[in-house]
């Protein structure tokens, strides 16, 4: 019997305790186990980066919600991308990028391994000639974000899984904005799921984290040496509170989308709102392509303004609940100016994003106080 998304993410990998009959895992705050003679490991456990028991427990939860073999969580989502990409990439190799990502993302690719050696290429993956032109002999991974950030471009998964893998490279997909309850990468044809598991999975803005997901044993057993190796893991108390969060990933979900529906409509029926970028808009260029890959189209709305950047940045100072802040995917609503905070450090580059351009991260509170907020802060 196969079980459903909500069933998995409160079950899987958290199988009651054995001792204590405890329900919730325990948070295993220990560096080293004991060995019952030399070798003689119980459960595989001997030191805590290499494995930990709570960390465990989400492994398992992340591979089962997100269909795959392997789970692994890390320290942040950074931290999983690197680990990503020194696993699978060497010096000379080429990777196709999209020409609209988080701001963080562009940074590791360009300011941490380009001096390694590691060539890339941004492209709009919603065009998929222009992927394929870009490919080259050396290209090893697509990387994919989708919706991205901020811009909530989509791109077609399923497409670009079969373009990859006749050019034998990977397909990556960073599936932080979606979640796994709204977008299963890997059913798609995906090789590995990325995760900031700060934002949705973790649902409440108390930790950072992050995740890969392999669809294939090799891969995964590969990524989970380089994690050892590297060691930049998540910490047990990280991963248990990220744990706790993603058990309550599908309701809080379609709340988010209920939300975010609302919001949507009250920005496009506003004078001063001159663009509303949600895939779930009819006239998004990528709605055909996201109504096929998600569930539904997510809590995350971007918008542009009359008044260009100064009425961008007046109206981030003119909320009062929505929160002026970085991140997204907790509970609380939060907006922010791309430009000149989460994608400051993409300025001057091809991934420079709008100056008139505001995000939200429409969170679960009663809609009817946030769309009053908004109303007052757009005047
Ligand atoms: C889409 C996306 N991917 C990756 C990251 C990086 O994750 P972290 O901040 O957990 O390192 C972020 C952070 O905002 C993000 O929005």
Not at 74 to 86: I, K, V, W, Y
Not at 155 to 171: G, K, M
């Amino acid at each position: 019997m196969s079980n459903g998304f909500e069933t998995l993410a409160i079950h899987a990998g958290q199988e009651p305790d054995p001792v204590t009959g405890a329900v919730v895992p325990p948070i295993y705050a220990t560096s080293t186990y004991k060995q019952d003679g030399v070798g003689g490991l119980r459960g595989g456990y001997e030191y805590s980066r290499s494995a930990n028991p709570t960390r465990t427990a989400l492994e398992e939860a992340l591979a089962a919600v997100e269909g795959g073999v392997r789970g692994m969580a890390f320290a942040s989502g950074l931290a999983a991308e690197d680990t990503l990409l020194r696993t699978v990439c060497k010096p000379n190799d080429h990777v196709v990028i999209p020409n609209d990502a988080y701001g963080g993302t562009y940074r590791l690719f360009s300011k941490v391994h380009e001096r390694w050696g590691l060539h890339y290429d941004p492209v709009p993956l919603g065009d998929l000639d222009a992927v394929a032109a870009a490919m080259t002999q050396k290209t090893k991974l697509i990387w994919v974000e989708t919706p991205t950030n901020p811009l909530l471009g989509i791109a077609d998964i399923a497409a670009l899984a079969q373009l990859a893998h006749e050019n034998d490279a990977l397909l990556v997909v960073d599936n932080t904005f979606a979640s796994p309850y709204l977008q299963q990468p890997l059913a798609l044809g995906a090789d590995v799921v990325v995760h900031s598991t700060t934002k949705y999975v973790g649902g409440h803005s108390d930790v950072v984290g992050g995740a890969l997901i392999a669809a294939d044993k090799g891969l995964g057993d590969e990524l989970a040496y380089h994690q050892n190796a590297m060691g930049g893991v998540a910490g047990p108390f990280d991963a248990w509170l990220t744990l706790r969060g993603l058990k309550t990933l599908g309701v809080r979900m379609d709340r988010h989308c209920d939300n975010a529906e609302r919001v949507v409509d009250l920005l496009l029926a506003h004078p001063r709102v001159t663009q509303v970028l949600y895939p779930g808009l009819d006239e998004h260029p990528g709605h055909e392509a996201a109504a096929k890959q998600m569930k539904r189209f997510g809590g995350m709305v971007s918008f542009r303004v009359d008044g260009g950047e100064q009425e961008a940045v007046d109206i981030c100072n003119r909320t009062k609940l929505f929160t002026l802040g970085e991140s997204l995917g907790g509970v609380e609503s939060l907006i922010e100016h791309p430009g000149r905070m989460t994608h400051a450090s993409a300025a001057g580059s091809p991934l420079e994003v709008p100056a008139d351009l505001v995000r939200l991260s429409v969170g679960i509170e009663t809609v009817d106080d946030l769309l009053a907020d908004l109303t007052q802060a757009l005047g």
